[in-house]
Nanobody, 110 residues
């Protein structure tokens, strides 16, 4: 099992970013895949989860702004982040089967 992330960067408040997580070693209908983030000085928190069946859950602070999708043909899960806020600044991780992606930095300036 391997998860390789890409995307992220520095944007201004109100802008958008898309994170990608390319997965290998399993198929989407076998596992749930989660997105997490860790802000400086804070614990890592779950942001969203897409289930085996494709249902998606979000924490309240990102609901309506973040969207998770997956492309089975590409073996990729996406985290589309719109209307970003400075409090979204964190390192973002994808996770499946106990394996973490390498993390990608998202920085939102006010």
């Amino acid at each position: 099992v391997q998860l390789v992330q890409s995307g992220g960067g520095l944007v201004q408040a109100g802008e958008s970013l898309r994170l990608s997580c390319v997965v290998s070693g399993f198929t989407f209908d076998e596992v749930a895949i989660g997105w997490f983030r860790q802000a400086p000085g804070k614990d890592r928190e779950g942001v969203s989860c897409i289930t085996m069946g494709g249902n998606v859950n979000y924490i309240g602070s990102v609901r309506g702004r973040f969207t998770v999708s997956r492309d089975s043909a590409k073996g990729t899960v996406y985290l589309q982040m719109d209307n970003l806020k400075p409090e979204d600044t964190a390192v973002y991780y994808c996770r499946a089967l106990g394996v973490w992606g390498q993390g990608t930095q998202v920085t939102v300036s006010s």
